[in-house]
T-cell receptor, first 115, second 116 residues
Framework: AQSVTQPDIHITVSEGASLELRCNYSYGATPYLFWYVQSPGQGLQLLLKYFSGDTLVQGIKGFEAEFKRSQSSFNLRKPSVHWSDAAEYFCAVVVTTSGTYKYIFGTGTRLKVLA | EAGVTQFPSHSVIEKGQTVTLRCDPI?????LYWYRRVMGKEIKFLLH????????ESGMPNNRFLAERTGGTYSTLKVQPAELEDSGVYFC??????????????FGSGTQLSVL
């Protein structure tokens, strides 16, 4: 069955430090992968996505993610975290079912940023 | 441009009561999705409308849940009667492009439902 695993429920980093959020997926076909962020009181916002091509994708707010097929991973990174990055981050894979597309989300990683 | 709007933002009800959640998608978006996140769990797909038609309702938990989208504009999700396990955050999302893997979804901020 298709699934997305985010092994870290909570992560705390200091402002200015680097960040890596882990995501592993299970999907038999070519994965279409996404990272979303939810700030308090806001809806989910798309950070970046991977469909094909270059395995290192750039997103908004200085985030990037690297697709590694051999490891079934799509980890999110940022070289220097800002206090405004404190939020919850969701990794997702899009699957096709009966000709339609739907998202399979991970459980999310809540990021806390220390001043 | 207004985003996806959900109402109410929070709802606290007692077990056995009825609750109706509303979602107003971005104007012109034919696709409307409902997702739910139970606390500590992943966000799960509930159903997908294309205009007023249910394209996929495979994620609806049981027949206590009823979703409608009359006229193909806003949508409602009714839970009747509500049970404790229905508590969670209900997200609505909409998109313009139909049935493409690269369609961009715009999410609302969700309705936090608490069933006591």
């Amino acid at each position: 069955a298709q699934s997305v695993t985010q092994p870290d429920i909570h992560i705390t980093v200091s402002e200015g430090a680097s960040l890596e959020l882990r995501c592993n997926y299970s999907y038999g076909a070519t994965p279409y992968l996404f990272w979303y962020v939810q700030s308090p009181g806001q809806g989910l916002q798309l950070l970046l996505k991977y469909f094909s091509g270059d395995t290192l994708v750039q997103g908004i707010k200085g985030f990037e993610a690297e697709f590694k097929r051999s490891q079934s991973s799509f980890n999110l990174r940022k070289p220097s975290v800002h206090w405004s990055d404190a939020a919850e981050y969701f990794c997702a894979v899009v699957v096709t079912t009966s000709g339609t597309y739907k998202y399979i989300f991970g459980t999310g990683t809540r990021l806390k940023v220390l001043a | 441009e207004a985003g996806v709007t959900q109402f109410p933002s929070h709802s606290v009800i007692e077990k056995g009561q009825t609750v109706t959640l509303r979602c107003d998608p971005i104007s012109g978006h034919d696709n409307l999705y409902w997702y739910r996140r139970v606390m500590g769990k992943e966000i799960k797909f509930l159903l997908h409308f294309v205009k007023e038609s249910k394209q996929d309702e495979s994620g609806m938990p049981n027949n206590r849940f009823l979703a409608e989208r009359t006229g193909g504009t806003y949508s409602t999700l009714k839970v009747q009667p509500a049970e404790l396990e229905d508590s969670g955050v209900y997200f609505c999302a909409s998109s313009q492009v139909q049935n493409r893997v690269d369609e961009k979804l715009f999410f609302g901020s969700g309705t936090q439902l608490s069933v006591l």
